[in-house]
């Protein structure tokens, strides 16, 4: 079971920083990713990370300004959001599989609960 936590509301130009922690299952076996889906828009992928944090992969859309890592202690992915903007408004989500590449596709095996960011100008 996946459950994201850290959304809210933000002014343009803030940070923030979205969590999701993992239960249930051998967290480091798996990679990580973090995807969201605006209002009436697709659910589109932003970052992923790798087993151990070897690789990560960002979509073109937040590279510079997303930094996605984890922590296989505390069973918890991070997504460090800087410089939001308005059209970074969306629910967030997370999500996992044993392959890299399937969460780069967008189609991770398990998939967290949603939170809001709302950014505001």
């Known amino acids: 079971q996946l459950q994201a936590c850290g959304g809210g509301l933000v002014q343009v130009g803030d940070s923030l920083r979205l969590s999701c922690a993992a239960s249930?299952?051998?967290?480091?076996?798996?990679?990580l990713g973090w995807f969201r889906q605006g209002l009436g828009k697709e659910r589109e992928f932003l970052a992923a990370?790798?087993?151990?944090?070897?690789?990560?992969r960002y979509a073109d859309s937040v590279k510079g300004r997303f930094t996605i890592s984890r922590d296989n202690a505390k069973n918890t992915v991070y997504l460090q959001m800087n410089s939001l903007k308005a059209e970074d408004t969306a629910v967030y989500y997370c999500?996992?599989?044993?392959?890299?590449?399937?969460?780069?596709?967008?189609?991770?095996?398990?998939w967290g609960q949603g939170t809001l960011v709302t950014v505001s100008s």
């Open positions: 999500g996992e599989d044993r392959a890299f590449e399937d969460i780069v596709g967008g189609t991770p095996g398990y």
């Open positions: 990370v790798g087993r151990s944090a070897e690789i990560t």
């Open positions: 249930g299952r051998a967290f480091s076996s798996y990679a």
